[in-house]
């Protein structure tokens, strides 16, 4: 017979007392933990505890005792459900007040090394509509709220199990289930339009969203671009189930071109794969250029459906500019640079004037060739890319082949640095390592890893992503016999 689990308690007049790791606030219980999300430290709220070990527990708030007096109001309808953006009711200086402590904290705990003082972050001129780029899913299986499900409960109950096609984000721990979004202010306004467009064209049509278990439906995703140079980009999933399809998917699009003439790049893509990315996939170009530009000093960038580039467009020049500045703050006359993780070469192409030569490498091919076309269209003739594996390309040979690196810039994924590109890179011996992370704790540990060869002599936390606990940090690294 199982035996039944003991009721978590509720905990009451509780004061959430500090910031916790992605995005949760923390209270301590004598000598219990418990982590909570959307609070800010002040609040003093009743948790209900969901989840219990040892000496940390997690839960949600029943109820709001008192309001911290360090709380705003959220600016967006959809927070408190939605998983995004939820530091929108700590106030902006407090919210770089703890993005400066969790990359002090991380660099000291983690990698455990000499450290300078860490200068004051760097925050994000713009607090809306700062990102370039935003993705939304669909699905037949819209996510409701507790309270809508009450509402329905009361006045239609029999319409709670139907299906209903939603566009909007994905929800955690349901994945099969779509927050419908009708108003999101991380990018322009005409990201709305366009998506509840969209939507309304969809649903009045009677196309289908996609059943993300059963991978049928018509409906699958949607991409929306857009650039300081006032083009916008619309790539749009379909997955056709039935022979007429197409024709509706190509209804659709002269709907969006015919509304929408800021739209300079519209692409579909017929996806039949388990999940939505197309990077392997062949789209189709039904209206405009198939790319955007960006531009940044005097370079121009080009940016295709399937690039990397930087979502916060003007927080990205203020980063690669302090990457620059560190990169050459003492060096000799055109150094050779080797850019890693180059992607579509932006910090490649943006220090070349600097330098002698910029080899850049970068694991996805069609990134590479994004990275040759924006050395081209702005006549940059002094920079290499190179296509694959990192920890495979970057060896002794391919370093006695191309020089001896005088700086080396490296900006990898959250994940951080192989432990063997590491070894490469201290193997190379450059007189300067620039590195710039977006995840402090992995760069941490690279850091330690470097230490050994190298001491850390700057470090410049830089915010890219307002109400998003998430940080960019960039660390600059001298050998140590040259110290």
Known sequence: MTRKKKPLPLLENITITDCAAEGKSLARVDDLVVFVPFCVPGDIVDIQLRKKKHNYAEGEVMRFVKKSDVRQEAMCQHFGVCGGCKW???????????????????????????????????GSRQTKEYRNKLEFGCSNKRWRTWEEMKELKETRPESITENEGAIGFHITGAFDKILPIEKCHLMHPLNNDIRNSIRDFALST????????????MLRDIMIRNSNTDEWMVLVQFHFDEQDD????????????????????????DNHK????????????????DHIFELM????????PK????????????????????AFADSVDLPLVYDLYTGTGTIANFVAHKARKVIGIEYVPEAIEDAKVNSEINGIDNTLFYAGDMKDILNEDF??????????????????MHPDVADTIIKAQPEVIVYVSCNPATQARDLQLLDREYRVTNVQPVDMFPHTPHVENVVRLVRRENI
């Open 246 to 269: 197409e024709q509706r998917a190509m209804n659709l699009m002269q709907h969006i071109a015919d509304s929408f003439p800021q739209v300079t790049s519209l692409l579909w893509v």
């Open 307 to 326: 690039s990397f580039y930087q979502t916060n467009t003007e927080q990205a020049y203020e980063l690669y500019k302090i990457a620059r500045d560190f």
């Open 297 to 304: 000093e005097k370079l121009k960038f080009k940016v295709g």
């Open 88 to 122: 929108q009711t700590l106030p902006y200086n407090e919210q770089l007040k703890m993005k400066q402590r969790q990359v002090s904290d991380q660099l000291h705990r983690i990698g455990k090394i000499e450290l300078p003082e860490i200068s004051p972050i760097l």
């Open 399 to 416: 370093i006695n082949e191309h020089g001896r690196p005088d700086i080396i810039i490296t900006d990898p994924p959250r994940a951080g």
């Open 274 to 289: 388990c999940n939505d990315t197309f990077g392997d996939l062949d789209l189709h170009l039904f209206k405009g250029k």
């Open 206 to 217: 009677g196309m289908t969203f996609f059943d993300l278990r059963q991978q049928h439906g």
